[in-house]
């Protein structure tokens, strides 16, 4: 956290520096990426990301969608433009931020070549070889989606970074898991985010094969944290690869 001293903020173990939320899913040489970090560049960069070829958005805050600019080198590499996959409410609000990507291109200027699309809760919809299915969570006020995705071996993982509460057809819709990765903010109760005591109970109903949680504030030291989860739930770090078959 930018001017904060705690013993997390001045870690050496680089496990405890957290960048913006995020997630690529690979099955087949299909790259889906969710959500656009700001830090996307830098994470994309240090991760040799190359490719991505569509991306869902879970919701608009800036935290989530900042870094979408930067698609347009994807757009250069892959000669294509990418589709953008959101709920009806984020690809407004998408719309507006990123008015100057829907302008008539203008030499000179440089943009993301982007083709919105609005997707709503238990509506699957095909990703090159991956089936995606958007549920829905209470995220404070605004709109927002999570996204169960399964590859055609029957690999699947479910991904809901911003959640402080999920109803019952969401979880029916997370029934079967192989990974389930959840928001577990701090300790402290937040207005719009899980506890991690929460994020642990809600993980326990989903009953996924194995869990991570995710969007840890500062609160929360890596190895300290570890210890108080159970059996199958885990905290991942930056650049994280988890390979499933
Ligand atoms: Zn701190
Ligand atoms: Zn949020
Ligand atoms: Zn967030």
Redesign the pocket.
């Known amino acids: 956290m930018i001017g904060c001293e705690c013993d997390v903020c001045r870690s050496t173990d680089r496990r405890n520096r957290r960048r913006?939320?995020a997630l690529i899913v690979e099955s087949e040489g299909y790259s889906l990426l969710i959500d656009a970090p700001p830090d996307l560049r830098e994470q994309a960069l240090e991760y040799r990301i190359k490719r991505v070829d569509s991306v869902l958005i879970t919701h608009a805050?800036a935290?989530?969608v900042f870094g979408l600019d930067d698609l347009r080198r994807f757009n250069t590499l892959q000669k294509t433009a990418i589709p953008v996959y959101g709920g009806h409410a984020t690809i407004e609000d998408m719309r507006r931020i990123f008015d100057y990507v829907l302008r008539a291109p203008e030499p000179g200027v440089y943009r993301p070549e982007i083709i919105f699309k609005e997707v709503s809760a238990g509506q699957s919809l095909d990703c090159g070889c991956l089936k995606v299915t958007p549920f829905e969570v209470e995220h404070g006020r605004i709109p927002t989606l999570g996204y169960r995705i399964d590859n055609d071996r029957g690999c699947s993982v479910g991904y809901a970074?911003?959640c402080s509460a999920m109803n019952g057809p969401a979880i029916r819709q997370l029934r079967g898991l192989d990974i389930m990765i959840l928001d577990a903010l701090r300790d402290r109760p937040h207005g719009s985010h899980l506890t991690l005591h929460d994020s642990v109970n809600l993980l326990q109903k989903i009953g996924a094969r194995r869990a991570f949680i995710t969007?840890l504030c500062h609160d929360l030291e890596h190895t300290a944290v570890a210890r108080r989860l159970p059996d199958g739930i885990d905290v991942p770090w930056d650049g994280m690869t988890v390979v499933w078959s």
Request: hydrophobic share 10%; glycine share 0%.
């Open positions: 913006r939320a805050h935290d989530h970074p911003d969007h």
